[in-house]
Nanobody, 113 residues
Framework: QVQFVESGGGLVQPGGSLRLSCAGS????????MTWHRQAPGKTREWVAT???????FYTDSVKGRFTVSRDDAKNTMYLQMSSLNAEDTALYYC???????WGQGTQVTVSS
């Protein structure tokens, strides 16, 4: 059974950094196109980043240069390193296998002074 467990969220001041984790089970992350998404209060869920099995990465414009997605195959875990955070990054962050209907519980990121 495919499952994701997101973690690493929290409260951070503007300009700060966080690293989110997405631990997968029931499948191998390295075989899949993996994505990060986020949903801010009152808004629809939006795509943030994609990590391909070969290592290629893509980001939505608003996070380019600030966010970096990576993977640890030994831990079957994907990461989202976030820096220069601002209030607009406040959201519930999710990981997913591209195109699947399975979602984890998400991890909350709140950027506030």
């Amino acid at each position: 059974q495919v499952q994701f467990v997101e973690s690493g969220g929290g409260l951070v001041q503007p300009g700060g950094s966080l690293r989110l984790s997405c631990a997968g089970s029931g499948f191998s992350l390295s075989d899949e196109i993996m994505t990060w998404h986020r949903q801010a209060p009152g808004k629809t869920r939006e795509w943030v980043a994609t990590l391909f099995p070969g290592g290629a990465t893509f980001y939505t414009d608003s996070v380019k240069g600030r966010f970096t997605v990576s993977r640890d195959d030994a831990k079957n875990t994907m990461y989202l390193q976030m820096s220069s955070l601002n209030a607009e990054d406040t959201a519930l962050y999710y990981c997913q296998i591209q195109g699947s209907t399975t979602w984890g519980q998400g991890t909350q990121v709140t950027v506030s002074s």
